[in-house]
């Protein structure tokens, strides 16, 4: 008998009958042969409704009210959940985050878990039940409750995983695993059957959106394994594990792809202590998230300092970088650009194989893309391109390193 | 400094906007020098919407799960009213019915509070905040999430006054307070200052459905004086206390109609033991109300028995009645009557003035009003007379007993 612990998103319990539907699949997994832990999220809308009442009735709702408040939504899934399965002859109970013992820090909206206590599900599970638990949720230990933020609901379930010792840790999404490209945009992408966990980060950070990366952390660094499915179909998953030395033999795993992006660049800066700082610090003051940056050697003693960050970000971050011009340099000026794209490709195989980055180049010289600005780490190479080409140039490099599907 | 709890309902909390302007008085009701407890339901519709998602996902809803469904009605109103009162520079914080101390049995959906222990209650008031509480709910030694059923919020109000031994309870409804009678009906109808709790019971028992009667029991039993009034006006209400001396003076409080009655007469009954046993087990048993059982002395040993309830039971009564007619007696049949209204006459001073009774009897005969049965307490007559009737009654009555408004 092995103990499996299944994520259900919002798209999966969104009304009535998919809920029915979920209820049917956790019996099934019981009726196989396992008892079952099942974090389930707020039907979807439901968190956005409550947080335009908040709205409604303050324009900066209370955190610890807020919490109070979004906790609602995981326990209605709940309880609705629990009561379907019991209606098609299973046997299932809820747990709120706090009687499941999950103890947060005190920071509403987006506490931390800093401890699980897991008699309650143990008892429940001894006693023949399916235990159906909030995600997102926990209690201070003065009993307050708390949320965990965004993708709080698949952190619990691998938190939860991690404390009970489950076998399997299965998250349920509309999409039926990793893909070594959106398939939208490369129609040869295929789905990847395992990843390890660092690789998956550097998919989660470069624009891949199934999951968020501070779940894929919490997992590596409790050594959870987990797999990503589709809650709609029986298809397997991706399997997301520690690194394994059979991996390395592929170069790339996967290529991910982030539009919207763009970039600003400060000309003429003086090439000494302290201006990046300035630039910088005005930028992260704002709370605008900044991604590649890229700074030339310089000449004359000046340099020129490029960044990309989120296009919607853009008019704010040009109008901080500003405000600090004239504290830079006499000369220095600030020009901006949109309609760009990132395109990257990750692999733990890149640590041992070399001449990667100069192939991806290659492929991209080929089909006559232009490469704006490069970045590399440890198991990606980044680029960035004009967001008309971004297509064309996933689909050159997607076939170079023999990721097409046959 | 007074300690208050006050009460609103899910209509006064029915949207953002009146979720706002409860949090308006409540602030007013500290700012005027009190520490405030304040209970409230779920917005008005909220609970309906949730019964209905339960009863899409099972024909049976489990009890345990509606709880923990059906709480989150009032979670949601406690943190949007806190907040609303932080808006408004305030200082509130919200309690769930479990973290307030409010321990039930385990009766799910119907549990009766066995204890409360508000330490947290304290301590968040000596702190200078104002508390938000989460009425209709509780939660089992076990911290299973529980409810108390119908008028839930008006006893938490009252239980919690009678814990922290609070100065003033004050129940804000949609009426100004408890009426002589229902100003619908009656115009010269007057709003009752002062009213025993007997006689709330009586009056509430009778369809004044101001208040249900358990919390009425309840704040008797504890001896928590409360106050009936209106949230959207600043009229004195009724205040509702222990009997005293000087109210014995007033022969009749109040009256009080119900409409819709029905009655079931039962004729040639053998006049033996054990025959009402028969019917009304059989009753009972449909889990169906009655309300006045009238049986005449016998003649011949046998007799005719009637009672009344609700018209909308009627049929299903009626089947459950012939069901035993041929166990009861050779002859006897069964006689259904509907169009049927119920008048109540109310007051603690009956049990000192004679002639009450013939008092309204005349009243009514001068109306030329029919009496079909009558009914007597110690502290109330009642008399069902034809539907078409009932408001000339309620008016003949009203006035005989003084009631009227100059």
Do not use: W
Not at 120 to 138: K, R
Not at 145 to 155: F, H, K, M, V
Not at 305 to 331: C, Q, Y
Request: proline share 3%; hydrophobic share 45%; glycine share 8%.
């Amino acid at each position: 008998m092995s103990l499996i612990v299944q994520k259900y998103g919002g798209t999966s319990v969104g009304n009535p009958e998919r809920i029915c539907n979920v209820a049917r699949r956790i019996l099934e997994s019981q009726q196989a042969g396992n008892q079952i832990i099942a974090v389930v999220s707020a039907m979807s809308g439901v968190t956005d409704n409550l947080l335009k009442l908040a709205n409604a009735v303050s324009p900066a709702p209370t955190e610890r009210e807020l919490d109070v408040l979004l906790s609602t939504g995981e326990q209605q899934t709940i309880a609705l959940t629990a009561m379907a399965i019991n209606a098609l002859g299973g046997k299932a109970v809820s747990l709120t985050g706090a009687q499941a013992g999950i103890e947060t820090d005190g920071v509403h909206t987006k506490a931390r878990i800093a401890n699980i206590t897991p008699t309650e599900v143990h008892e429940m599970l001894d006693e023949g039940n399916i235990v159906i638990l909030a995600g997102f949720q926990g209690k201070t230990s003065d009993g307050l409750i708390t949320t965990l933020g965004r993708g709080g609901s698949d952190l619990t379930a691998i938190a939860m995983a991690a404390a009970v010792k489950a076998d399997l840790c299965q998250i349920f999404t509309d999409v039926d695993g990793v893909y070594t490209c959106d398939p939208r945009v490369v129609k040869k992408a295929q789905k990847i059957e395992t990843i390890s966990y660092d690789e998956m980060l550097e998919m989660a950070s470069s624009g891949s959106k199934v999951m968020q990366s501070r779940s894929v952390e919490f997992a590596k660094k409790f050594g959870v394994r987990f797999e990503v499915r589709n809650s709609m179909n029986t298809n397997p998953g991706t399997l997301v594990k520690e690194e394994t030395p059979g991996m390395e033999s592929v170069v790339v795993r996967g290529i991910s792809i982030e539009r919207n992006q763009a970039k600003i660049t400060i000309d003429d800066v003086p090439d000494q202590p302290g201006v990046a700082a300035l630039i910088f610090g005005a930028i992260a003051k704002a709370n605008i998230v900044i991604d590649i940056i890229v700074q030339n050697v310089s000449y004359d003693g000046e340099t020129d300092v490029s960044f990309t960050l989120s296009a919607a970000d853009l008019p704010r971050a040009e109008a901080e970088v500003r405000k600090v011009l004239a504290d830079i340099g006499p000369n220095t000026d600030v020009r901006s650009e949109s309609g760009i794209a990132k395109l990257s490709i990750v692999g733990i195989g890149m640590r041992s194989h070399s001449g990667v980055a100069a192939r991806m180049f290659a492929a991209l010289s080929a089909a006559e893309v232009n490469i704006q600005m490069i970045s590399t780490s440890e198991i990606k190479t980044a680029v960035t391109v004009s967001e008309a080409d971004i297509e064309k140039a996933a689909q050159a490099v997607h076939t170079a390193f023999g990721l097409d599907a046959e």
